[in-house]
DNA sequence: CACACAATATTTGTATACAAAGTCATGTCG
DNA sequence: CGACATGACTTTGTATACAAATATTGTGTG
């Protein structure tokens, strides 16, 4: 029953305007920001069967870069593979408190490493980031968190790669990339301070800079523990 | 000239024998295993651009299904991905001591939810491959080794599937899988010590039965530690 | 001789046709 | 009436042809 619905769903309206990808060319990239955004915004509500047919036709691709799109989306934690099928994972509240608590040991770690192999580059590049945070201004409206969610993406992604690790930067980018979705959706948008956050921030950078990897860890664990959801309240399908 | 030599190396021989990939039938798994075999045996060695077509080539398959193998293979952490092409991953000691941190930390955890939530047939199957494990026989042949590189496997996907967590799975089936085969390749055949392995297997599963998140996670990490390599004269290219 | 640039070859990206596997409904027989 | 075989239908898997992008080679010119 359920699959039935979600089908003619995708196939009886058009969600371009919804799902913003208008102006994406490349097919590889359409299929998979469509597919991602419908996830992220419901469309394709948690359990749904995703068909590869249906999804390109809704992003108006074909099936094969549709194919690829769900290996990522299946390699973010977005969807679930069964068999052969893909179904939508379910972002309850305790799915998502259990990926903080991941990111919470794994990016503690990867400030330890970095700590201990960054360059002065790197620093200034933080240096740049923290200050660019700060000027942003109309604090609450959608895109001024917009522009901190991909400000706030670099810094994290910064220390990720002054591991001097591509393991370290292909499992971080897993761990990572669905709790930041899932905050920019539904918690952000009430909870986040980024004042506070940002001092946070300029204590990471400062035990980096003292090459203090005790120091690093513990800062960086704390940052994702403050950005933690602690209220089932504020999670919308779980 | 390193690229000829790669490509070269892949047409002009028949490695059906040494991939192991003449029974598989279904092409998606046998250009999976066919690639990832031919990587941990060094035929690919660190560096080589894995092209579609030569693969399919050496698989026997096409290029459709060795796209599919090669999104698996990099998720993995054995291929990195860059701009379109594909390169064999380096397993340099120091990338893989630092995936063996990383699942200290991932799989620490994962015994620590695994304690307050799994059951009791979980905890019956833990027994099981206990049993089994210690009905191995001679120890320090490549069959031991093998089954023993499987019950592990079990081992420890059974108590990660015991948090109840989808995204727990996802994270640690790509944290685990690269040591597990880095492992069983190059570590195992000179250090690994069925006894003890299963001791501390002992140890775990006593702390899951008593409910004890504390002492399952002190446990697990204890031995995944032990089973870090630390000198770097036993990895091969690094 | 160095360099720019065009022609060519190689490699990946995309669409599509067809095959295989699985699902579901229908109808027949015990 | 129910179990089960059967066949149509749906969905994913595979191969391949073609397009686009990129790398390479060769050639001419300053």
Redesign the pocket.
Known sequence: MS?NET?SAIQDADFADDLNIGDIE???ERAYQGIRRAILKGILPSGA?????ALAQMTG?????V??ALRRVVAEGLARAD????YVSDFSFKEVSIVFDIRIRLESFAARVAAENITDSELAELDHILAEIDRIENVGQPAATERFAELNSRFHNTIIKATRSMQMQTLSAQAVSLPLEVIKQFVWEQTVNIAQSNDQHRVIVTALKQRNPDWAENAMAGHILSTKPHRPSIMPRG
Chains 1, 2 share one sequence.
């Open positions: 699959l089908n490349r097919p590889a069967h995703l068909r590869e047919e691709t074909s099936r094969t870069p194919r690829e068999n052969r099928h893909r």
